[in-house]
């Protein structure tokens, strides 16, 4: 027990980012692709998802709205939260509605998920504009997972969520616009949990893993800035 105590008092001094000298950044870059398996304009999309995964730099999570299900497929994935999400979204970066695919870059840009010019703007530009990160740290422990933040008055309150989500499916579409195709998928969000607002503090407490493979610790200012984001794979992935 003493031992645990230690280590998770040394992950709130951690930083759990990736560094990337190709972009400067001190955690990664947050890219949100909202997206559905009923749409025929997002397999373009999840594609490139699938291509920004593999930087380092970026963290790209797959959230699947809802709101195409009714249209004729039921996507598997889908989630009342992403669309909340996406419509939290739309309400902060002052758009008319929502749609797919849609791409959102650190919380303050939005592109078309597919617009691979773009997508690779926002990146650029979201790399240059990063603040300091506030010290965040996700470790898995024996009881759950243990979720380290450190003080950062500075950067202003937020909001603190864990994301769980799954690295890759492939669905055989029966019916919609994507009727017949095989749609490989990756970094799909199959959770979202709020831990509550951050105002500075430093915190440290243990949470239940959600459902998911992979998780992520998300801090996000009410403007939909980020000041910290992490994310934990778990042993043997």
Request: one cysteine or more.
């Amino acid at each position: 027990m003493t031992r645990w105590i230690m280590h998770l008092a040394a992950l709130s001094l951690a930083v759990a980012t990736v560094q990337s000298p190709a972009l400067g950044a001190d955690r990664p870059v947050v890219v949100e692709l909202f997206t559905s398996e009923g749409c025929s304009s997002c397999p373009p999309a999840d594609r490139l998802l699938l291509e920004l995964r593999a930087r380092p730099e970026l963290l790209v999570l797959a959230f699947h709205v809802d709101y195409w299900d009714r249209l004729g497929w039921r996507d598997p994935f889908s989630l009342a939260a992403a669309t909340a999400r996406q419509r939290a979204y739309a309400a902060r970066l002052g758009l008319h509605s929502v749609y797919t695919p849609q791409m959102v870059v650190d919380g303050r840009v939005d592109v078309v998920g597919s617009d691979r010019r773009a997508v690779a703007a926002a990146l650029a530009a979201s790399a240059r504009e990063q603040p300091a990160p506030v010290p965040l740290a996700l470790h898995d422990g024996p009881d759950g997972l243990a979720v380290a933040v450190g003080a950062g008055a500075g950067a202003g309150p937020g909001d603190r969520v864990l994301v769980g989500f799954d690295r890759e499916h492939t669905t055989r579409v029966g019916r919609g616009e994507n009727s017949g195709l095989s749609l490989d998928e990756g970094n799909i969000v199959r959770s979202l949990v709020p831990l509550g607002a951050w105002t500075g503090e430093a915190r440290r407490f243990v949470v239940a893993r959600p459902a998911g493979e992979d998780f992520a610790l998300l801090l996000q200012a009410p403007d939909g800035r980020y000041l910290a984001a992490a994310r934990l794979t778990p042993p043997g992935a």
